[in-house]
C-alpha cells in the first residue's frame, strides 16, 4: 500500500479509536486539510497510488470518499469517511484499540479479585488514556508486575531475608533487568490506587523485599543490642546492622522512634545518641526482612515504652505509617505520630495538594489508627517532606 496513504487510513483508525471511545463527538474523516500533503504532489504516479489504495478502502466497506466537484475520479479526492473500523483495521493491518482492549481484558480476568486495581486499568484504557505510559498493548507487563508481587508475597511468608532484585529477575523471566523495568505497573498493583503519588523505584521494591545492593538497618541510642554474635551497647552517633541479624534489645528504652528520612535520622542520630532512647532509620518504605526485625525489637519491650514514627507528611509518609502502624500493633504496642500534626510545620515550606492526594493521606492515617490527624492533615490542604523543615 502506497505509504501516504497507509498513514492517512491510520489517522483515520485513530480517529475512529476516539470515536468508539466517546471522546470524539463527529464523524471520523480526512478533510480536505488531512488531505493537504496528497493534494499537493505533482507527480501523476503517485497521485494514482494513493487514489488506488482509497479505492482499495472503499471497496472493502471501510470508507466512502468524496471527489473534486465537477471532476469526478479524475480530480482530487476532498474527503475520506470512515464506515467500517473492523474493516479498516484489517485492511491497514492495525489492531483497533476495542480488540487491544478486549484481550487485555480476557488476560486480566484472572488477576482481577486479587488486583481489583486493573478493572481501573482497563476503564483508564476504554477512554484512551494511558496508565503510567503503559496502554493495553503493554497488558503483559502488568501481568508479570502480578506474578512479580506473587512471588515476593510467598517468599515473604517463608522468609524474613530480603533478595538481591536481578536475581529474583533471572529467576522468574529468565532475564535479570525485567523486573526493573516494571517499578509502575509494581507500584500501582501495591497502592491499589492508579492516580496514586508515584514512588521512586526503589521504594516500590524495598516494600517488597527486593533491593538493588543491600542496606543495612541504622540503629542510635543508649541501647544494648542483641545480635546473633554480639550483646552490645550501640556505637555512637548510629550502629549499622543487617536487619536478620539483630535479634532483640537486651536493655529497655524510655521510647523508641522510627525515623523515614535519612538526613533527619543523622540530626538525631548526632544530637541524642546518648539518650535512653531507640531511633531507627526505615530508609524510606521499610522492607520485609526490617519489619520482621521490628516486630522482634518491639514484642521483648513492656507496653508501657511508647513507640512513634516521624514521617513525611505527604501520601508516601503516612503510607509507611500506616505499615509501621500494622507491625507494632502485632507486637502488642500503638504507633504513635511524632511532629506529623499540620501545626509543626511553618506556613512557608507547605505544599499545597492535590484533593486526590489528600483522601489517600487520609485513608492511610486510618490505617494507621490515626484518624484526627488525617482529617488535620486534609483540612490544611499540604504536603512537607521531612528535609523541609530542618
Not at 507527480?43 to 487514489?51: G, I, P, T, V, Y
Not at 470508507?63 to 474527503?79: A, H, N, P, S
Amino acid at each position: 500500500m502506497d505509504t501516504k496513504a497507509h498513514n492517512a487510513l491510520k489517522k483515520l483508525l485513530e480517529a475512529g479509536n476516539r470515536e468508539k471511545a466517546g471522546v470524539r463527538s463527529t464523524r471520523p474523516a480526512l478533510t480536505k486539510a488531512q488531505l493537504v500533503d496528497y493534494q499537493a504532489t505533482r507527480a501523476l504516479a503517485e497521485k494514482e497510488a494513493f487514489e488506488a489504495a482509497m479505492k482499495v478502502a472503499r471497496a472493502e466497506g471501510a470508507v466512502t470518499l468524496t471527489w473534486e466537484k465537477g471532476y469526478g475520479e479524475d480530480g482530487f479526492i476532498q474527503r475520506v469517511e470512515l464506515v467500517d473500523i473492523d474493516a479498516l483495521a484489517k485492511l491497514i493491518g492495525v489492531d483497533t484499540a476495542a480488540s487491544r482492549l478486549e484481550r487485555a481484558a480476557v488476560q486480566f480476568s484472572p488477576l482481577l479479585e486479587k488486583h481489583p486495581v486493573l478493572s481501573v486499568v482497563l476503564a483508564r484504557w476504554a477512554s484512551l488514556k494511558k496508565v503510567r505510559t503503559f496502554g493495553p498493548e503493554d497488558a503483559q507487563d502488568w501481568i508479570d508486575a502480578a506474578r512479580i508481587v506473587s512471588f515476593m508475597t510467598a517468599t515473604r511468608e517463608n522468609s524474613t531475608v530480603d533478595e538481591p532484585i536481578r536475581e529474583v529477575s533471572a529467576r522468574l523471566f529468565k532475564d535479570s533487568k525485567r523486573i526493573e523495568n516494571l517499578s509502575a505497573p509494581v507500584d500501582v498493583l501495591l497502592t491499589g490506587d492508579v492516580d496514586a503519588e508515584i514512588r521512586e523505584p526503589a521504594d516500590v521494591w524495598q516494600e517488597i523485599g527486593l533491593f538493588r545492593e543491600e542496606q543495612p538497618v541504622r540503629l542510635a541510642g543508649r541501647v544494648i543490642v542483641t545480635r546473633t554474635r554480639v550483646t552490645a551497647l550501640l556505637d555512637e552517633p548510629y550502629g549499622a546492622f543487617s536487619a536478620p541479624s539483630v535479634i532483640s534489645l537486651a536493655s529497655n528504652p524510655k521510647l523508641v522512634m522510627t525515623i523515614e528520612n535519612q538526613t533527619t535520622f543523622h540530626g538525631e542520630a548526632r544530637r541524642r545518641h546518648d539518650e535512653e532512647i531507640l531511633l531507627i532509620y526505615t530508609a524510606g518504605m521499610p522492607t520485609p526482612a526490617w519489619r520482621s526485625m521490628y516486630v522482634r525489637l518491639l514484642k521483648g519491650l513492656p507496653d508501657s515504652v511508647p513507640v512513634y514514627h516521624w514521617g513525611d507528611i505527604d501520601e508516601g509518609g503516612f503510607r509507611i505509617a500506616a505499615i509501621l502502624a500494622s507491625e507494632a500493633n502485632s507486637s502488642g504496642h500503638t504507633l504513635q505520630p511524632w511532629k506529623m500534626h499540620p501545626d509543626d510545620v511553618p506556613m512557608d515550606r507547605r505544599v499545597e495538594a492535590r484533593p486526590h492526594t489528600l483522601e489517600r493521606i487520609q485513608h492511610f492515617a486510618s490505617a494507621a489508627g490515626w484518624d484526627a490527624l488525617g482529617d488535620e492533615v486534609a483540612l490544611a490542604g499540604f504536603t512537607v517532606e521531612q528535609e523541609a523543615l530542618r
